[in-house]
């Protein structure tokens, strides 16, 4: 019988400072570390992540591959390596903040619900992720760039998808769901997985309840091999989700 609740997995590659001040906040503000583990998976890293990972073994599970895997791979090994019941996928460059995790689980823990995502805010104090709305066709990402003030999307809703930095999942469903598509080595793998939780008529809920701060693109500084990894993702998920694309069904 598993004796905790949550994995919490963590993709890491050379982002050490930002590893380390994420796992700083998940000590400080995720209550009783009997309820969790932590899994960092480590894509081949050539700072100091390795050491650092190694260096903490009674409050990390690390999982060092010999080269870049990629996102969502990394993800399944996480996932694959651990056994509770809810699975919190956190970007290196996140801090979570005081009773992120409860609101989280209370929404998992709905028969219906698939994929849960929080409030996600940067540092500057502004909202970078409150649910993408509309529809297939005509997704919109709410609030980008407002201010973070409380009166501002503050109900919990159902939503197209939420952004990957931060989102919780259950392992109950990964025999319908399966894992993440290990065709995208990054972007798009989080939507992806909303896409394929609706499609099999499960719900995607955004969280107000629970704020976890985004340092965007903290974990990767390459903007043109990101944006080749957008294009190249994009293609893919537009091609393999065409005719879902056509349900005209509107969220938010």
């Given amino acids: 019988m598993v004796s905790y609740q949550v994995d919490m997995i963590i993709i890491n590659y050379n982002t050490k ?3 380390a001040d994420c796992l700083q906040s998940i000590r400080s503000f995720s209550g009783n570390i009997d ?3 932590i899994w960092v998976v480590d894509n081949a890293s050539s700072d100091d992540s390795v050491e650092f990972i190694k260096q903490h073994p009674t409050f990390i599970n690390g999982i060092y591959n010999q080269k870049n895997r990629g996102y969502g791979p990394a993800c399944n090994q996480g996932i694959a390596a651990g056994a509770g019941n809810y699975i919190l996928l956190l970007n290196s460059d996140t801090l979570v903040t005081e009773g992120w995790l409860p ?3 209370k929404a998992l ?7 849960v995502g929080p409030r ?8 970078v992720g409150v649910g993408v709305v509309g529809t297939n066709t005509h997704p919109v990402i709410r609030g980008w760039g407002e201010p973070n003030e409380p009166e501002r999307y503050n109900q919990s809703i159902e939503v197209l998808s939420v952004g990957g930095a931060c989102m919780g999942i ?3 469903l990964i025999p319908i769901l399966g894992l993440f598509d290990e065709h995208y080595f990054h972007y798009f793998e989080e939507t992806d997985y909303c896409y394929n ?6 719900k995607v809920i955004y969280c107000p309840e629970s704020t976890v701060v985004h340092q965007v693109s903290g974990s990767c500084q390459d903007f043109q091999r990101l944006r080749k990894y957008f294009r190249e993702s994009e293609k893919y998920f537009q091609k393999k989700w065409q005719l879902f694309l056509k349900n005209t069904t509107k969220y938010g």
Avoid at 109 to 115: P, R
Avoid at 120 to 127: A, K, P, T
Avoid at 197 to 202: G, T
């Fill in 197 to 202: 939780a609706r499609y099999h008529d499960y």
């Fill in 170 to 172: 259950k392992r109950e």
């Fill in 109 to 115: 823990s709905s028969s219906e619900v698939a994929v």
């Fill in 35 to 37: 309820n969790y583990r």
């Fill in 103 to 105: 609101p989280l689980i």
């Fill in 17 to 19: 400072d930002y590893l």
């Fill in 120 to 127: 996600l805010v940067n540092r500057e104090g502004l909202l």
